[in-house]
């Protein structure tokens, strides 16, 4: 089976920066993704990973560590539209299902 | 535009009606699959659907079909539905990478 595990809700101010955790077990590996969900919306892809290292796009970044099972996603510049839940989310193969974590709410305040 | 359209958004119904919920994109993408979300618990599978004809359980199946007859659609079926059922659902499909799922815009169902 496969499991992932990431904090329930994180609190930051506008303008800064936070750190999502991910941390994942599986039975195989094929790649982390992340996706953003507003309130009862649809969710929607931010990122994915299959290497470690970091990958950037805009505001948002996404890491991946393979040989610790681990990964994050980094908002910066915080604004009050990313208030939201995001998931991480691992497929244990190349055909097989999408796994997601419980998600992470994140609050941004003025 | 390129997009998951799932039908209705909103279903209120009874124990026991036969209901079918709507998928379809316009993307050409093999993988489709079904997701249910309930508080505290995330997105959970209940079916996936590899290329036409081709599909397979999730981690919550039970009480669900699905078929896939034509690329496009993906239709979830509930033959007896009840009140545990109530949830919000979402189809979404991929290409065959599986680099990015793109979501519909989900079912509020309630079964009463």
């Known amino acids: 089976g496969q499991s992932l595990e990431q904090p329930s809700e994180v609190t930051a101010v506008e303008g800064a920066i936070v750190q999502i955790n991910c941390t994942y077990q599986?039975?195989?590996?094929?790649?982390l993704s992340w996706y953003q969900q507003h309130d009862g919306g649809a969710p929607t892809f931010l990122s994915y990973?299959?290497?470690?290292g970091l990958e950037e796009t805009g505001r948002f970044s996404s890491f991946l560590s393979r040989s610790d099972s681990y990964g994050y996603l980094l908002l910066q510049e915080l604004q009050m539209k990313d208030s939201a839940s995001y998931f991480c989310a691992v497929r244990d193969s190349g055909y097989s299902t999408l796994t997601f974590g419980k998600g992470t709410m994140l609050l941004v305040s003025p | 535009e390129a997009q998951v359209t799932q039908n209705p958004r909103y279903l209120i119904t009874v124990t026991g009606k036969k209901l079918t919920v709507t998928c379809s994109q316009n993307m050409n993408h093999e993988y489709m699959s079904w997701y249910r979300q309930d508080p505290g618990l995330g997105l959970r599978q209940i079916y996936y659907?590899?290329?036409?004809?081709?599909?397979d359980k999730g981690d919550v199946p039970e009480g669900y079909k699905v078929s896939r007859k034509e690329k496009r659609n993906f239709p979830l079926i509930l033959e007896s539905p009840s009140p545990n059922q109530t949830s919000l659902y979402f189809c979404?499909?991929?290409?065959?990478?599986?680099?990015?799922?793109?979501f519909g815009q989900g079912t509020r169902l309630t079964v009463v």
């Open positions: 979404a499909s991929s290409p065959q990478q599986h680099t990015e799922a793109f």
């Open positions: 659907s590899m290329n036409v004809e081709v599909t």
């Open positions: 599986t039975s195989g590996f094929y790649g």
């Open positions: 990973n299959a290497l470690d």
